[in-house]
């Protein structure tokens, strides 16, 4: 099997899984997934969120999907149990395609390293 059909695979399982669980019968896009990573890594899953935090629990979901690709290192959790990242190096110029892959590929392996998919 090729990597990008092994990705495309693995995605849509990390899809179908969330979905199911959390979509009551929608499926989740990006977007979405990434949100409930940034819940996950935040640790407050009972808690509603406003606007502006989830646009914070997405970019604490970020930081952590492409930290073991070393464009951020974990700085400190605050006094409101934020985790805090730092910048290690510039994400590169890519093509919203790309993009895409590239997170899909973070979010996969994510759910890889905490056995939620095989």
């Keep these: 099997m090729s990597r990008d059909q092994e990705l495309k695979e693995r995605w849509e399982s990390v899809v ?16 979405a997934i990434i949100y409930l990573i940034g819940v996950q890594e935040l640790g407050q899953l009972e ?9 914070d629990l997405m970019h604490i979901a970020i930081c952590k999907l ?5 464009y951020y ?37 994510y759910f890889l390293e905490v056995k939620y998919i095989d």
């Design 16 to 31: 179908k899984k969330l979905s199911d669980q959390f979509a009551e019968g929608d499926t989740l896009d990006l977007d």
């Design 47 to 55: 808690r509603k969120f406003k606007k502006d935090h989830k646009l």
């Design 66 to 70: 492409l930290q073991p690709y070393g």
């Design 73 to 109: 290192e974990f700085d400190f959790v605050d006094e409101d149990g934020w985790p805090h990242y730092t910048i290690k190096e510039e994400l590169p110029n890519l093509k919203a395609g790309e993009q895409s892959i590239l997170m899909k590929e973070a979010i996969v392996n």
